[in-house]
């Protein structure tokens, strides 16, 4: 039952499985003690956000990697927080 802070599930899916599938999803459903519409609906759910995740940690890895090799190639000119944290590591280790 939808209530005000549950959402309300309107949309629907429907996909073919073979009997092997279906008995699979099921017994997976049962053993987490949920149908196995629900079952369906979580595990698809966590499927879908850990493949946009997978895809977003690729893109701004490759984003990340591009700032880096342009910071390597090209670096800025140190400030004075940089020089002084130079000089104290200098002092530092001799």
Sequence with gaps: MATATTPRRNER????VTREEKEIIETAASLRGTSASDFVRMVTKEAALKAIREHEVLVLSEESRRVFVEALLDPPKPNAKL???A??????IG
């Design 87 to 92: 000089r104290r590591l200098r002092q530092e």
């Design 83 to 85: 020089i002084a944290a």
């Design 13 to 16: 899916l429907d996909a073919r």
